[in-house]
């Protein structure tokens, strides 16, 4: 079964500075791939996804992902990262077709300083 | 840009009450699911639905838990005798199978 691991559960950076968030998965094949940002009470946004192809992905707000397949990994980078980009952060793994169900990992809770 | 709708947005209820979640998904996708997210936790798939059937649903999904599209247009998520347990944010995605999916703004459910 798949299953998504986020290590860290809270992350706190200063304005201005690069931010990685880590994710791995477990699965079979390459799965399609996911981060989405959650602010307080709000919905999920999609940051970026990866299918297959280059492994590094670009996204939404200046954020980009590579996937490494040799570490079942797909982590989350930000060169400078802004106040605003204070929330929580999921990683999400689908099956090998983009219909399929999503799993989540338990997210981690990004704290910028000023 | 198109997008998922639900309704309500909040929804205060006593225990062993049925409850009814709405959603609209985007007019020409296929393919629905409802995740729920307890308050501090992971983001959980409850139930994928594709042309008019359950495609697949997780243990959460027990009989106390359905799902229809009535309309053609409306996917909802009914609760027949609510628990405690079951308050959560409750989000609805669609996807029209090519892309990824696209959540709603969800609905936060609260049984007292």
């Known amino acids: 079964a798949q299953s998504v691991t986020q290590p860290d559960i809270h992350i706190t950076v200063s304005e201005g500075a690069s931010l990685e968030l880590r994710c791995n998965y477990s699965?079979?094949?390459?799965?399609?791939l996911f981060w989405y940002v959650q602010s307080p009470g709000q919905g999920l946004q999609l940051l970026l996804k990866y299918f297959s192809g280059d492994t590094l992905v670009q996204g939404i707000k200046g954020f980009e992902a590579e996937f490494k397949r040799s570490q079942s990994s797909f982590n989350l980078r930000k060169p400078s990262v802004h106040w605003s980009d204070a929330a929580e952060y999921f990683c999400a793994v689908g099956g090998v077709y983009n219909t399929d169900k999503l799993i989540f990992g338990t997210g981690t809770r990004l704290q910028v300083f000023p | 840009e198109p997008e998922v709708t639900q309704t309500p947005s909040h929804q205060v209820t006593q225990m062993g009450q049925e409850v009814i979640l709405r959603c609209v998904p985007i007019s020409n996708h296929l393919y629905f699911y409802w995740y729920r997210q307890i308050l501090g936790q992971k983001v959980e798939f409850l139930v994928s639905?594709?042309?008019?059937?359950?495609?697949?649903k997780s243990e959460i999904f027990d009989d106390q838990f359905s799902v229809e599209r009535p309309d053609g247009s409306n996917f909802t998520l009914k609760i027949r005798s609510t628990k405690l347990e079951d308050s959560a944010m409750y989000f609805c995605?669609?996807?029209?199978?090519?892309?990824?999916?696209?959540f709603g703004p969800g609905t936060r459910l609260l049984v007292l």
């Open positions: 639905f594709y042309n008019n059937e359950i495609s697949e």
């Open positions: 995605a669609s996807t029209k199978g090519v892309e990824t999916q696209y």
């Open positions: 699965y079979g094949a390459t799965p399609y």
